[in-house]
């Protein structure tokens, strides 16, 4: 009977030695991952110590981060390597390469993750590809304005919004159909696009001006309502989860922003020193990290105290800033 016991006893041990690494790993936090543009590679950042933990090589220029809407991969856009680096969120370790992909600067996935849009900054047109859960498949390539910047797609996953950096304009294209459905003149080098929960209301960085341009889109085209002065140089947003609020990074002025968007008035401003470019928001709202473009740092600002709480030394240019850790995108 000891026997009998003994090994029963050893053996549910042995079960539990077997997953504790895996329940170790489900109980740290993600790492922080910021991606370095000239360096051609990514920071990861662990956000216990902050400190980097290492360099994943990429390919030639990479310029933005994009977490899938399942959250199983980190993807980086290699825009001079023609390619799309899948990294996992939580190990941070390489999934695979996807080559093929020409000129991806800014990327994205519709909600449903049927639909792969990539902007191609360098090449004047916008890519939408079929996505069957593995491969993306090239649908239509799009002759857009000068310059493609930024996308955003509506939650119902039918339209995209594209930036035209050079030629100054927003575009917006019908997914089901790859047709360009209409475009308006915007205010100088839009850059970053944001839609409201209820896809009526479009928001644009104008990075070569001094604030954000508001549009309604619930119409047959897109109609400018209001311009919010936040600071010069407007760029990158990113939602503080609450669903009424929305950052945005002012790269010439050294600020952030936060705008109301219900309102549309900007509500409050923070310190972002040295370029503030793409940056995400801790799971409970009150920490932003943002790249500082010129400082080859990532900086974490504390929206409670208003205060630069740390930085921490990355590459050159750094660029996008993902967690899996983060507040809703809403």
Same mark, same amino acid.
């Given at each position: ?23 170790? #790993? ?55 390597? *023609? ?11 390489? #999934? ?8 991806? +600067? ?22 939408? +590809? ?34 035209? #950096?050079?030629? !100054? ?29 209820? *896809? ?59 705008? !109301?968007? #219900?309102?549309?008035?900007?509500? !409050? ?14 799971? !409970? ?46």
């Amino acid at each position: 009977m000891f026997v009998k016991y003994f090994f029963r006893f050893f053996g549910l041990l042995a079960v539990v030695f077997l997953f504790i690494p895996a329940l170790v #790993q489900a109980a740290a936090p993600a790492p922080v991952f910021v991606l370095n543009s000239l360096d051609g590679n990514v920071s990861v950042i662990d956000p216990l110590t902050w400190k980097e933990t290492k360099r994943i090589p990429t390919g030639k220029e990479p310029h933005h981060l994009y977490l899938t809407p399942d959250e199983k991969s980190v993807i980086v856009a290699n825009a001079l390597s *023609d390619s799309l680096t899948f990294i996992d969120p939580r190990t941070a370790e390489v #999934q695979r390469t996807v080559l093929g992909i020409l000129d991806p +600067y800014q990327l994205r996935f519709s909600p449903d993750m049927k639909w792969f849009v990539t902007a191609a900054n360098r090449l004047n047109h916008i890519d939408i +590809y079929r996505w069957d859960g593995k491969e993306p498949t090239l649908a239509k390539r799009i002759s857009t304005g000068k310059t493609p910047s930024h996308v955003w797609i509506d939650s119902k996953s039918t339209t995209v919004w594209s930036t035209m #950096q050079d030629s !100054d304009e927003l575009v917006a294209i019908d997914l089901a159909t790859q047709a360009v459905k209409w475009r308006v003149k915007t205010g100088p080098m839009p850059a970053d696009v944001f839609g409201t929960p209820d *896809d009526k209301t479009v928001l644009v960085g104008l990075t070569g001006g001094e604030g954000v341009e508001v549009y309604d889109v619930s119409g047959k085209e897109g109609r400018l309502i209001k311009t919010i002065k936040t600071g010069k140089g407007a760029h990158a947003f990113r939602a503080t989860g609450d669903r009424r609020h929305v950052f945005v990074s002012n790269r010439v002025a050294n600020t952030i922003s936060k705008i !109301d968007y #219900q309102s549309f008035t900007a509500v !409050d401003t923070f310190p972002a020193p040295a370029g503030p470019d793409c940056m995400d928001v801790s799971a !409970d709202g009150r920490f932003i990290m943002v790249a500082s473009r010129w400082a080859k740092k990532l900086t974490v600002i504390d929206t409670t105290s208003r205060t630069v709480v740390r930085q921490v030394n990355v590459g050159k240019s750094p660029h996008g800033v993902w967690t899996l850790d983060h507040a809703p995108r809403q």
